[in-house]
Each structure stands twice: as structure tokens, then as C-alpha cells.
């Protein structure tokens, strides 16, 4: 991967390919934003300029395939083991950036998850930072930034990642995956700026199951609470597509707030529903936030494991009510 194959992200580019051509990289860099929208592969590019033979990240020398194949020996990636980055691992790493570079003119150090670093070990790789050995280059990549520990952050040159504009999205999705503007349109609008996350979505789940799902919604109501709690029941027990069906259940709701506040109709996501959003619509704006709010209160409760049914059931009964 080069920067010029990696989809946008532009500005950043631009800003490593002059410190690397004038000399002046950082010895340590935080590339921070969403998941899923090319942090990594912007490291690795990073890492194919620094080692490239041909001084390109041509992808053909010896050192570019060895970065390729992840078996360059002055490449040291750690990722979280489990939940967390250890100590354990840091010490490794420590061990390592003690040798002195074996092919490349230096040792670049890429911690993807920096901010699973439990303290034990953002405390031991403080350490590393604060007195580099070498000419080693660090950079650490997270999606919660605020998580590390303000000493980390303020060691690193940061540079913020956002999501991918839509627009280059659905152009993507197109090409790749050879689908119609109807479900490229869907995928994008779902995949909050996320190439990642648009190219893994499950397109059965979003094409078929989400319009049944939320026209089933509709017809809910308090007055007949079986096939609410049917609903719900069904919901919960799919543990993978739980998160899913909140997500497309926020996204339908946001349709009816940008319906009711007279947006124009192609910046909702929902078009195969338009008759269900007019009709959410009709609700207050204060009504339309609280559901929101709810879905999302539903979204983070069960990211935290709680009774996932139960959530979903109290979920329900909000909306309908
Ligand atoms: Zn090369």
C-alpha cells in the first residue's frame, strides 16, 4: 500500500510525504479517528517510505514485500492481546527496540489500539517515548485517543483522521462490490464514514431483514404487547446482528428528524421506507430526540453486556409509546 492508494485522508498525506522528504519525521506520531477508515494502512505506507529500497514504497522491492508479508524484522506491530495491550508486551517491545536495526536504517514501531494499553503498560511505554533509543519511529493508532494517558499524547505528534465523505463512499462501494446506487447508497449512509464497515456489512441484513424489521416496528403498538415482546425476543437472541438492528433503528429515526425538519429527501438513508419516516415524522422534534436518546442509551447498555432482552423490550415500549 502507498499513500497514493490509500482513499483519502489527503491533508495527511501530504503532511508525512514533506517530513519525510525534507527529513523531519517525528520520532513519534498518534494517528488518532474512527475505526475502519485507514489509519493502519496509512501507517504501513508510512512504513514502506521509510524502508522502501527505491525510496517510494515501490511495493516490489525486498523490503517493501517484507513489510507486505509482515515479516520485516525492523517492523514491530503490537495489537492487543485479548481485551488489552499487557505490560508483557510492552517489555517485548522494549527488548526488541534494544537491538540495533537489522535491514533498515532504523526500527519503526506501529501500536495499533494504543489506547488498550492498560495503565501498567502505557505507563512502561512512557518510558520509550521519553527517551527513544536509536532512530526508532513510533506510531500508535486509536480510535479513542482520550483514553491514553495525557503523557503518551503529549509525546506524540498528532494527527487526527475523520471519516470518509460519503460521496467518495458510495463511489467506492460501487466499483468494488458491483452493486446497484440503491444499496451503495444504503451501505455508505450506515457505514458512519467507515470503508471498513461498509465493505464487512452483512448486505442480507441490510438489504432484506432491515425493511421487514422496521415496517414490523411500525406496526407495534402497547395496546397488543406480543408481538412486542416477540420482536424483541427475536432482536435479542441474534447476539451479532443486535448491534446492527440498533443501528439501523437510529438511522431510521434520524431519517424522520431530518423528514420533519423539511431536509431534502436524498439525504435520508431509509428510501424504501419513505412512507414509514413521513409518518415517524409527524411526532414532535422533542418526542423524535428522546427516541433517539434512547437507542443510543440501548446501544452503549448492551455493548456493556447487560440483559439484552430486557434492554430491547424497554427500547420498544419507549418508541411505540
Ligand atoms: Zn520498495
Keep these: 500500500m502507498t499513500f497514493d492508494q490509500i482513499l483519502g485522508h489527503d491533508a495527511q498525506k501530504d503532511l508525512l510525504r514533506r517530513a519525510l522528504n525534507s527529513g523531519r519525521l517525528a520520532h513519534a506520531y498518534l494517528f488518532e479517528g474512527p475505526e475502519g477508515v485507514g489509519k493502519r494502512l496509512m501507517a504501513l505506507a508510512l512504513v514502506r517510505a521509510v524502508f522502501c529500497e527505491n525510496g517510494s514504497g515501490c511495493g516490489n522491492c525486498t523490503a517493501c514485500r517484507k513489510i507486505d508479508h509482515n515479516n520485516h524484522p525492523d517492523l514491530h506491530i503490537v ?6 495491550i499487557k505490560i508483557e508486551q510492552v517489555r517485548d517491545l522494549q527488548k526488541e527496540l534494544s ?16 489506547d488498550l494499553m492498560n495503565p501498567a503498560a502505557g505507563n512502561a511505554l512512557l518510558k520509550t517515548l521519553e527517551e527513544p533509543q536509536g532512530h526508532t519511529l513510533m506510531v500508535l493508532l486509536s480510535c479513542r485517543p482520550e483514553a491514553l494517558l495525557t503523557t503518551i499524547r503529549s509525546r506524540c505528534q498528532r494527527i487526527p483522521f475523520s471519516r470518509l465523505p460519503y460521496r467518495l463512499l458510495l463511489n467506492v462501494l460501487r466499483d468494488r462490490l458491483e452493486i446497484d446506487d440503491r ?12 470503508l471498513n464497515k461498509a465493505l464487512g ?9 432491515r425493511p421487514v424489521l422496521l415496517k414490523r416496528l411500525l406496526g407495534l ?11 424483541a425476543q427475536e432482536i435479542a437472541e441474534d ?30 438513508v431509509n428510501l424504501d ?5 413521513r409518518h415517524l415524522a409527524t411526532q414532535t422534534t422533542d418526542m423524535l430526540l428522546v427516541q433517539i436518546e434512547s437507542i443510543e442509551a440501548c446501544r452503549q447498555q448492551i455493548q456493556r453486556n447487560v440483559n439484552r432482552q430486557l434492554a430491547i ?3 420498544l415500549e419507549r418508541l411505540v409509546a
Design 313 to 315: 423490550e424497554v427500547l
Design 221 to 231: 403498538s402497547l395496546g397488543n404487547m406480543a408481538p412486542l415482546m416477540e420482536l
Design 79 to 84: 495489537e492487543p492481546e485479548g481485551s488489552f
Design 273 to 277: 421506507l419513505k412512507d414509514g419516516i
Design 239 to 268: 447476539k451479532e446482528s443486535c448491534p446492527d438492528f440498533l443501528e439501523i433503528l437510529l438511522a431510521f429515526y434520524r431519517d424522520a428528524l431530518l423528514a420533519q425538519q423539511g431536509r431534502p429527501e436524498n439525504e435520508w
Design 99 to 114: 537491538y540495533r536495526p537489522l535491514e533498515a536504517r532504523q526500527k519503526i514501531c506501529l501500536i495499533d489500539g494504543a
Design 183 to 194: 444499496e451503495a447508497h444504503l451501505l455508505a449512509a450506515l457505514s458512519e464514514g467507515s
Design 201 to 209: 456489512k452483512d448486505r442480507d441484513f441490510y438489504t432484506q431483514k
